[in-house]
């Protein structure tokens, strides 16, 4: 069981995590919504949560896809929001486990090997989803499965991916150029509107 320290969770969240707590967290703090203390007290319920994910799972898109990386960021940053909102500890846990859940069997298929595209929309998706577990928990919204058997059901879908849809792999959308003359359907979208 590998553990690691608050710190290197956090480091990890560089790419990923972090951009969830800049655009998920900090414009609570600046509003005046949160107190720089709050933050602090939910980054450690998230540097928690993440810990139990690295232990039962991964948190690299190396390792698991990119569920280990954006999956795992939003479960974190889904807690620490609902900590931060006064959730209790079961609304915690279900909020990261919904998180989490919901992007299961997400592969890692960074175009040309950078964290860019199509990870910068990905980090999107994430911080809403966060935002949106944590509300539902906090309505009384439960998972039906508990936190520990999603970050279980996590490592199993990532030890059973294949390996070319993790990370630098190069399959997915990461063996895509993103040329505008490969893209029929903004042709068809195009053709549509012009219809009404």
């Known amino acids: 069981m590998a553990y690691h320290s608050i710190e290197e969770i956090l480091q990890y969240c560089r790419a990923h995590g972090k951009k969830f707590y800049e655009g998920v967290l900090i414009p609570l703090f600046r509003s005046g919504q949160a107190e720089h203390g709050q933050i602090v007290k939910s980054l450690y319920v998230s540097a928690g949560i993440g810990q139990v994910i690295a232990a039962r799972a991964f948190i690299a898109g190396a390792s698991g896809g990119c569920q280990a ?13 609902t900590a931060l909102k006064g959730g209790s500890n079961d609304q915690i846990a279900h909020a990261a486990a919904m998180a989490l859940k919901t992007l299961l069997g997400l592969v890692c298929d960074p175009v040309a090997g950078l964290v860019e595209v199509p990870c910068v929309k990905r980090n999107v998706i994430g911080a809403v989803n966060a935002m949106t577990s944590a509300d539902m928990a906090l309505a009384g919204i439960t998972s039906a499965i508990p936190a520990d058997q999603v970050f279980d059901a996590m490592r199993e879908v990532g030890e059973k991916m294949h390996p070319s849809l993790k990370e630098t792999g190069g399959r997915g959308a990461g063996r895509r150029q993103g040329r505008r003359t490969d893209c029929q359907v903004s042709d068809k979208i195009e053709k549509i509107y012009v219809l009404f």
Do not use: H, K, N, Q
Request: proline share 0%; no cysteine; charged share 10%.
């Open 69 to 81: 990386e954006i999956g795992a960021a939003s479960s974190m940053t889904a807690g620490a929001l």
